[in-house]
């Protein structure tokens, strides 16, 4: 059995559940009536199937379409600068904590981020710490508590104000404000390679890449052995006449996967010239 998250139009359900890889890919949203019960089976265009037994109310709780509302009115506030992306804007439970000093609202990240899945293995002792970094950051920036409620969200002090001591205040703070609502585009968020190095299906520390690169510099190549997107960063500074880049990233048991692992076994970098299509391909704009 997995834990498996599926996001879909902004709403997520998640479900232990036993993953299916086909050939041809997962279908969209067709339903399935087998032995009197309701399977669902959602995917997207990559090669994977799951099955979610249907389960009334599981997909979104009031709490995060409260959140929601509330994420969605601030973005709007910030027009030409959503940090992730312009709308419509799926909510990523990734640890967000909106800030409004006085003028504008500023989006600042916890230490980490709670997926909807992961509440029910989550140590309340340890969430409470994340909010009481919370509480230590609004302290800073008074004036967002009185305008969350002004925009109709009227349990943001509360919730800072409550210990988390157990599940139920566990799953109240997952799908609050200050968590459930960093506003990212549908390809930044669940999208797939080439279209969109979406965060449920690339690690973060690549696609964090994306939004701080230089825009003529092409991150995420192609392996013409393979026909697979990697991700490659350049060796040298800006300027310096250095074209070669090394790959920071691979899909897993791929065979550059498994060089770059070899190679840092050794405490060695996988290196591609400048004559390389990977370089080619990675300079070509500059």
Not at 16 to 26: D, E, I, L, M, V
Not at 39 to 58: F, M, N, S, V
Not at 60 to 83: D, Y
Not at 196 to 224: M, Q, S
Request: glycine share 8%.
């Amino acid at each position: 059995m997995a834990e498996v998250s599926v996001t879909r139009g902004g709403a997520r359900a998640t479900t232990k559940t036993t993953a299916k890889r086909t050939a041809k890919g997962a279908v969209r949203g067709t339903a399935k009536v087998a032995a009197g019960r309701r399977d669902i089976i959602r995917g997207e265009h990559l090669a994977w199937k799951i099955r979610i037994p249907d389960h009334a109310g599981r997909e979104q709780s009031s709490a995060f379409r409260a959140a929601k509302k509330l994420g969605n009115k601030i973005v709007r506030t910030l027009p030409g600068e959503e940090p992730y992306g312009p709308g419509p804007w799926h909510m990523h439970h990734g640890g967000s904590l909106w800030a409004f000093d006085g003028t504008r609202w500023r989006l600042f990240m916890n230490t980490v981020g709670i997926e909807w899945s992961a509440q029910f293995c989550a140590d309340p002792a340890k969430i409470d710490q994340l909010r009481l970094n919370a509480r230590a950051l609004y302290e800073a920036f008074p004036a967002t508590i009185p305008e969350m409620e002004r925009l109709g969200y009227p349990r943001a002090q509360k919730l800072l104000d409550t210990p988390i001591t157990d599940h139920k205040s566990v799953a109240a703070w997952v799908d609050s404000v200050f968590n459930a609502c960093v506003p990212m585009a549908p390809p930044v968020h669940a999208g797939v390679l080439p279209t969109g190095g979406g965060r449920h299906h690339y690690p973060a520390p690549i696609t964090d890449i994306v939004h701080f690169k230089f825009d003529d510099f092409e991150l995420f190549v192609t392996d013409p052995k393979t026909n697979t997107r990697v991700a490659v960063l350049p060796v040298s500074p800006r300027g310096s006449g250095d074209w070669r880049v090394t790959l920071t990233w691979a899909p897993p048991d791929t065979p550059l996967a498994i060089r770059k692992l070899n190679k840092a076994k050794k405490d060695e970098r996988v290196v591609f010239g400048k004559g390389s299509v990977f370089s080619r391909e990675a300079f070509h704009a500059q």
